[in-house]
């Protein structure tokens, strides 16, 4: 659910952040620097949509995970939503680990759309326009574009799982925690699958 609100946030931002950047497809296009820019802004704006679903989606996780004795914190996503916004508030419930979730999204969107569109133009033909591309070019472009966005900025999603849903962590701000995790784990741990919610 986070990830279609995500999705069709981003790329809705994406097309009007170009359309404000002067863009007019079949006359004027955009740089690649303009294009990837784009994505950072629209990244950014989609963070405010997803991060409420990033919090709901920890805690869940969490009280899978953490539910070996047979006591479940939440009778489910409806009453995770509820006891949050209850204990926390909206801006301290809901939107714990926004700047994280900044950090994430807005180079990781840069660096996505930037490598997609990148990928996308170097492939296309003399003469040509981003029409003539086939399937194969956009799923190269796509799969380029997710190796670029999540192996730079793994450890902003590392250092905002932990702050959603390590209770050590909800009061504390970004760099701390990051500093906190490199000075106790080393950097290995900022990379580490699953590390985000031990």
Request: hydrophobic share 40%; glycine share 12%; with cysteine.
């Amino acid at each position: 659910m986070g990830s279609m609100a995500e999705n069709a946030v981003l790329f809705l931002s994406y097309a009007e952040v170009k359309r404000l950047l002067g863009e007019k497809p079949g006359e004027k296009e955009l740089t690649l620097l303009q294009q990837a820019c784009a994505g950072a802004i629209a990244g950014g704006i989609a963070s405010w949509f997803l991060n409420p679903f990033e919090v709901i989606k920890v805690q869940m996780q969490v009280m899978s995970s953490a539910s070996a004795d047979g006591v479940r914190k939440y009778t489910g996503l409806l009453d995770c939503v509820r006891q949050t916004i209850q204990k926390d508030g909206i801006a301290k419930g809901l939107y714990r680990g926004q700047v994280s979730l900044l950090l994430r999204e807005i180079p990781g969107n840069f660096c996505w759309y930037g490598v997609y569109e990148g990928v996308c133009i170097s492939q296309i033909p003399e003469g040509g326009t981003k029409r003539d591309l086939g399937v194969s070019t956009h799923l190269l472009g796509g799969a380029s574009a997710g190796v670029a966005y999540w192996t730079a900025f793994y450890p902003a999603d590392t250092v905002g799982s932990q702050i959603r849903a390590n209770p050590a962590y909800a009061n504390r701000k970004f760099f701390d925690v990051l500093m906190n995790i490199y000075r106790t784990e080393g950097v290995g741990a900022l990379y580490e699958v699953g590390a985000s919610l031990q």
